[in-house]
């Protein structure tokens, strides 16, 4: 039996906005570099680091609030650390950043991505109908990425570029799937209490039937 990405629709998904923060920063952070590139690149060590600091701490805080309600919270968790941890080193090597900018940006999509394809097989398996949107950016994603990992000197001479459209990828991305999870939240809160027992009564029943065997 699939594992639903939403434990029990009987939780309530909590700080379901912090995707859709994360998302918006990501978006605006890639059209500024893509507005403005030589003064991005000056400063995209800064911008690079940050970024992914402010997302990592609010990913590890949405992952924890969520951790009962959350199959994938793990994932979540993982995901906010990494940034933390490499954006705190990057920070305390600017000098590093640029070296570095394009591998971490390009592996970093494509666990972004591979965690987003499977969360949105996760929303399948849950109802929600407009699972193959966020399937498609993620794919996209790791497509880009596999790109960009190809050629790193083609990755590096276009670094503002690569950037940027990575930071807007990963923006729809989170944006999408913060307003998902408000859907389910929504959907949720408005099921019948007797109904929530019955489906719990049977989750329990199925569990047991598959212990036995």
């Not at 918006?24 to 000056?42: C, D, E, H, N, R």
């Not at 408000?182 to 009564?201: C, F, H, M, S, T």
Request: proline fraction near 2%; hydrophobic fraction near 55%; charge should be positive.
């Amino acid at each position: 039996m699939a594992n639903s990405f939403v434990k029990t629709v009987k939780d309530r998904i909590k700080n379901w906005y912090i995707p859709v923060i994360i998302g918006m920063l990501f978006i605006i952070g890639g059209m500024y570099m893509f507005s403005t590139p030589i003064t991005a690149y000056a400063s995209l060590t800064i911008i690079f680091s940050c970024m992914f600091l402010i997302a990592g701490i609010s990913e590890i805080i949405f992952a924890f609030s969520n951790h009962d309600q959350l199959d994938g919270w793990g994932w979540l968790l993982f995901s906010g650390i990494i940034d933390v941890v490499l954006g705190v080193i990057l920070i305390g090597t600017p000098t590093l950043s640029a070296v570095v900018l394009p591998i971490y940006v390009g592996f970093g999509l494509m666990f972004r991505s591979i965690r987003g394809m499977g969360t949105a097989f996760d929303l399948k398996n849950y109802g929600v109908k407009s699972w193959t949107t966020l399937f498609v950016f993620a794919l996209l994603g790791l497509v880009f990425s596999f790109c960009m990992l190809w050629n790193l000197e083609f990755g590096a001479f276009t670094i503002v570029y690569w950037t940027a459209f990575s930071f807007i990828l990963l923006g729809v991305y989170s944006l999408l799937f913060g307003f998902f999870l408000r859907r389910i939240k929504k959907y949720a809160g408005n099921v019948d209490k007797e109904l929530l027992e019955q489906y719990e009564r049977i989750q329990e029943e199925v569990r047991k039937r598959l212990h036995d065997k």
